[in-house]
């Protein structure tokens, strides 16, 4: 064990971790998660990770004017698979509601102008949006950025106000239409609160386990 250890940390000096696989989610975790960042306020082309190798690569540029109006990315060490679906499931009332097969979406509030992503910050769910995307579960965190100085102490999703949430929704129901086309079949059912996020976070860690058990053995070396 402590071999397989010692290798893991000198592969880490020489290689880039895969931000998907290769970065933790947070010792405190889901109380504090860490969160790795695709896209920032000012982009005006939408980043997304390759899932093959770890890079950040664009893809594509955004359709219309409006643009992310918070820091964007995911949650390394997760999946939405079989038990993030179940929640949607029971939650909405649904039938045939499955994970997109994705990490979990993450969007962090913070008062500081960040102007890149491909970072990893430290942040506090505070709720989320259950959203459906064409029969999938396409859940968005609502996050905090740890100690900032104005979002920082906001404990649940009742504390920001009303005209946030709403700029959070109507980006994740617009960014993806294309002029001259019929809207995508997605929507958001339900803003809920920081205790069902935490919930939803260890519900994907769950499905991140089962889904990729063969690559934390290896990782581990056990």
């Known amino acids: 064990m402590q071999i397989a250890t010692s290798l893991m940390e000198l592969m880490g000096l020489r290689y880039k ?8 989610i947070g010792e405190k975790a889901p109380e504090i998660v860490t969160a790795y960042i695709e896209m920032v306020p000012t982009d005006t082309v939408k980043y997304e990770v390759d899932k093959a190798t770890g890079y950040l690569r664009i893809d594509r540029p955004q ?5 992310v109006p918070a820091l964007y990315g995911f949650i390394p060490q997760t999946f939405c698979g079989d038990e993030v679906a179940a929640l949607s499931l029971m939650k909405t009332g649904r ?11 993450i969007c ?25 995307d064409n029969s999938n579960a396409d859940d968005k965190i609502i996050a905090v950025l740890e100690n900032d100085l104005i979002y920082g102490d906001f404990k649940n999703i009742e504390d920001l106000p009303t005209l946030v949430i709403e700029r959070i929704k109507h980006y994740f129901l617009t960014y993806k239409d294309m002029p001259g086309l019929d809207k995508r079949n997605a929507e ?35």
């Open 17 to 24: 971790s895969h931000p998907w696989h290769g970065v933790e």
């Open 188 to 222: 958001i059912t339900h803003v809920y609160d920081a205790e069902e996020a935490r919930d939803l976070i260890v519900r994907s860690m769950k499905d991140y386990n089962r889904k990729f058990e063969n690559l934390s053995r290896l990782i581990s070396g056990y």
């Open 108 to 132: 962090i509030l913070t008062e500081k102008v960040i102007s890149h992503g491909d970072i990893l910050v430290s942040a506090i769910p505070i709720g989320g949006l259950r959203m459906i």
């Open 63 to 67: 359709r219309y004017s409006s643009m």
């Open 95 to 105: 039938e045939n509601i499955q994970g997109d097969g994705d990490p979990l979406d």
